[in-house]
């Protein structure tokens, strides 16, 4: 059962204790009702401002019991008031130390450099796949929102090499950076790239002649939003089922037909199998559509000879089981 909230008890009491005084004088010393609302309000609050009126024995008895009971209250208030900033401010700190310490336990994440609307989709995509997120946000006025959507989180500039390090970009696999301003998101990668030269740094960028500058500080893909969905609008229009075939793909809802990348372990029993002797067709019922060679070569729509390498990244379109039986065979160690 719930308890009665701490605000409500407390304006409860308060009136209470008005009510009772007032109508004591009333009662008791026969005076205006004014009058017995100031008489217990000055006793009350003891500012010391003495009898407004002559009182009698029974008025004096009354008094003192009053007096105590508006001790009692005030004691109360008091002290529930120190409680709950305390229980506050505890909570506050064990809170704090929990995200650290899951933090710190991280290992192959990734770290989302600013929690707009861009950054918030961003992490909501990445936690839904199952993979560790940590957001650095500067506007400490987000932190309900990061509170509400539970995701592991550090407050203050993303520039700031100590908190990049807290975030634990040593051991981070990529970095998502989308700041307010270009020249923020290419401090970002140059500062992040020293910290963790293997880093695979996405950057936002808002103007064209960003971009040149992003690849040049080392991002290892640049997106314009803007570019972007106009684009997907364009092509929404000349080829609507192209784009619906890659939303269901890209899609969590609407159909278990997704499309993957994986990369090919040394420890993989595919390594050197040509993709007609691997079974991947028949068995997993998945469709290899490309493979990446370590050099960058792209294989689109790979022959039933060709072979699996390492360090090859393959891409493929199947079921979300299927999927995730293919990932265990190529990379067995994942």
Known sequence: MDRTP???????????????????????ENWPLFDSFYMTVITLTTVGYGEIREIGAAGRVFTIVLIFLGVGVYLYVVGNLIQFLVEGRIREILGRR??????????????????????????????????????IEKDPQRLPVLNEDGVLYLIGEATDENLLIKAGIQQAKGLLTVLATDADNVFLVLIALNLNPELFIVARAITDESKRTLYAAGAGKVISPYDLGARRMAHAVLRPTVIHYLEMAFSDEETDIHIEEFPVHEHSRLLGVSLQDSGIRQELNVMIISIRRADGTMLFNPTATNRFRTEDTVIAVGSSKSLLELSKILNPVR
């Open 6 to 28: 701490r605000p409500l008890i407390v304006g409860t009491l308060t009136v209470a204790i008005l009510v009772i005084g007032t109508g004591g004088y009333a009662l008791l």
């Open 98 to 135: 929990k995200l650290d310490h899951q933090i710190k336990r991280l290992k192959d994440h990734y770290i989302v450099c600013g929690y707009g609307r861009i950054g918030r989709v961003l992490s909501r995509y990445l936690i839904g796949r199952y993979l560790d997120v940590v957001v």
